[in-house]
């Protein structure tokens, strides 16, 4: 299933580790800091790096606790066989992480015919990773490069590990090649759950992700026919796809026939709703 959309640079996170609770967020950013690494050297099979390399990319401060949780997350992609770390090009002479120094140049080698495998998957239980979605064929999230960037050097008090992996778990459904939809409603519930993070934490998270310009989000209130139930729904996409959202507005059934309630957190009158209608109409080109 295409996702990508290659007129932009990007790097794909296998949703083996974004749809997995099982895998600590701390390693998911240290995945993706790696991908961008090759990505930028236009190599498909390894990177080099260090500890030092790791924290700077991330924006961490170089301090004692940080290079032993980081050796944490490379211990843990090494024992699942995500990575393999070599001291030499050649690619021959293994090193564990608890060996590593704070300065010691390694290479990484990423095995991703066995994290996209369905053995890999079937490692972790039902309620951990999202294998119906997987084996459905959404093997990865994309990710644009400047996006990265910007979440690695975003200004915010947040814990930027936990955040990294709720942006994630938004846009791992928001598809965003010729057949996505570019936008996901999936659930808080099920984002967070996937996320490793709580919901009240996840509020927060997503207000600096839009104020960063980085995360698009719509509510929309569904009011269910012949009873007094009200539903609201998030929309999700990224910042760079908000136009193909408010487009639905005027376009897709689904949108139609609910209220826009909210865009980001703040909540619209009546004025400002028809404001964005009436730019939904003009976004779509089939009027």
């Not at 990505?39 to 390894?46: F, K």
């Not at 211990?75 to 590593?100: G, Q």
């Not at 934490?201 to 719509?218: I, Q």
Request: aromatic share 10%.
């Amino acid at each position: 299933m295409s996702t990508k959309n290659t007129n932009k640079p990007y790097i794909m996170i296998p949703n083996a580790i974004v749809r997995n609770n099982g895998i600590s967020n701390i390693s998911k950013i240290i995945y993706t800091s790696l991908a961008m690494g090759r990505n930028i050297n236009q190599t498909r099979l390894y990177q080099q790096t260090s500890i030092h390399g790791l924290l700077g990319m991330v924006g961490y401060q170089q301090r004692t606790e940080n290079q032993r949780v980081f050796k944490k997350g490379l211990k843990e992609l090494v024992e699942l066989n995500v990575i393999s770390m070599y001291l030499d090009f050649a690619l021959t002479k293994e090193i564990r992480p608890t060996e590593l120094k704070g300065s010691t140049m390694f290479f990484v080698n990423f095995n991703d015919e066995d994290v996209y495998n369905e053995d890999f998957v079937n490692r972790f239980h039902d309620d951990e990773i999202d294998k119906e979605l997987i084996n459905y064929g959404f093997k990865y999230t994309t990710v644009y490069i400047e996006d990265a960037v910007k979440l690695f050097t975003i200004e915010s008090n947040h814990n930027l590990t936990n955040m990294l992996s709720l942006y994630l778990m938004t846009v791992s459904r928001a598809l965003i090649g010729s057949q996505g939809d570019k936008y996901s409603t999936e659930t808080i519930e099920n984002i967070t759950h996937y996320a490793n993070i709580n919901e009240k934490t996840a509020s927060s998270y997503f207000t600096t992700l839009f104020s960063a310009k980085l995360l698009y989000k719509l509510t929309l209130r569904q009011f269910k026919k012949n009873t007094d139930e009200v539903r609201d729904h998030n929309v999700y996409s990224r910042w760079c796809d908000r136009h193909t959202v408010i487009r639905q507005l005027d376009s897709d059934e689904w949108f139609m026939k609910q209220t826009l309630l909210k865009i980001g957190d703040q909540e619209l009158s009546d004025e400002q709703r028809e404001v964005i209608k009436q730019k939904a109409h003009e976004l779509n080109p089939y009027q």
